[in-house]
């Protein structure tokens, strides 16, 4: 058994420490880590005890598309967005 989620502070490149976190799923499989933004343990504990809250604090897929989604319809040449300006 653990907590939901786990918190270390980072050396960003301006200099500044920043505290970011892991997150565990259902499965117990750590995720992340994220940013909480924050400067101290306490705020970042804050930060996720409040996404916790809310159900956020696992964030959801990024919307980035597998190959199958982004070149569907790439050979279709009525679909395609490179058809050649005729003129």
Known sequence: MHNDFTLFKRKVPSGQK?????AYDSAGKRLGPWSTGEATLMAGRNYCNRLNRE???LPGPKGIPDF???ANGFWDWE???CQQVKG
Do not use: D, K, Q, T
């Open 55 to 57: 159900g956020r604090l």
């Open 79 to 81: 679909a395609s967005h």
């Open 18 to 22: 920043v505290v970011y976190f892991y």
């Open 68 to 70: 199958a989604e982004y």
